[in-house]
């Protein structure tokens, strides 16, 4: 069975300063990986997903994630984080279904501060 | 891009009374929906995967009886929660794949259910 595990459940960072997100999955077979953003209330944002090729991928509002086998992760980064970013933030594997798309896993989450 | 249109984003209603919710897909046709739940600073739970034109697949420990999952056609399924507790209140989460292409969900807004 898959699972996701984000270690960090709150993550404080100064505006201006870099970020990391740390995202662990655990997959039988070759990994669909996906972060998300979720603002309070609101439903899920994909910022970008990892299906296969290049292990580092690029997404939206600033932010990249690199896919490392060996260590079974995925994490999040951002050079220079802005206030508008403080958000959960939630890691997700995918198992394809047959004729497409995904069900997916999520981590339990990272709720990220930013500190004016 | 592809939209996933949840309704209503916030309902109230007594114990004892069903709720409805909808999730639709605006511009594609989804033969699968995913329905999750968010208890407050979690993450979402996958509860169980509507299938356009047969039974709904329930995750363990969900209730089907409880849980009423209609996909009515291919770009609507409905979530009914029935005979309602306090402890039933959540936000939940539908999500549908994009097939033609893709291997990715998108998500609806949510829906915050309150039940007093």
């Known amino acids: 069975a898959q699972s996701v595990t984000q270690p960090d459940i709150h993550i404080t960072v100064s505006e201006g300063a870099s970020l990391e997100l740390r995202c662990n999955y655990s997959?039988?077979?070759?990994?669909?990986l996906f972060w998300y953003v979720q603002s309070p209330g609101q439903g899920l944002q994909l910022l970008l997903k990892y299906f296969s090729g290049d292990t580092l991928v690029q997404g939206i509002k600033g932010f990249e994630a690199e896919f490392k086998r060996s260590q079974s992760s995925f994490n999040l980064r951002k050079p220079s984080v802005h206030w508008s970013d403080a958000a959960e933030y939630f890691c997700?594997?995918?198992?394809?279904?047959?004729?497409?798309?995904?069900?997916?896993?999520f981590g339990t989450g990272t709720q990220l501060k930013v500190e004016l | 891009g592809a939209v996933v249109s949840q309704h209503p984003s916030r309902v109230i209603c007594k114990s004892g009374t069903s709720v409805k919710i909808e999730c639709r897909s605006l511009d594609f046709q989804a033969t699968t929906m995913f329905w999750y739940r968010q208890f407050p600073k979690q993450s979402l739970m996958l509860m169980a995967t509507?299938?356009?034109?047969?039974?709904?697949?329930?995750e363990q420990g969900v209730e089907k009886d409880k849980f009423l999952i209609n996909h009515a056609s291919l770009t609507l399924s409905t979530l009914t929660v029935t005979s309602a507790h306090p402890e039933d209140s959540s936000f939940y989460i539908c999500?549908?794949?994009?097939?033609?292409?893709?291997?990715?969900?998108?998500f609806g807004q949510g829906t915050r259910l309150t039940v007093v």
């Open positions: 997700a594997v995918g198992a394809m279904l047959t004729g497409g798309g995904n069900k997916l896993t």
């Open positions: 999500s549908a794949p994009v097939l033609v292409g893709g291997t990715e969900a998108f």
């Open positions: 997959y039988g077979a070759t990994p669909y």
């Open positions: 509507s299938n356009e034109g047969s039974k709904a697949t329930y």
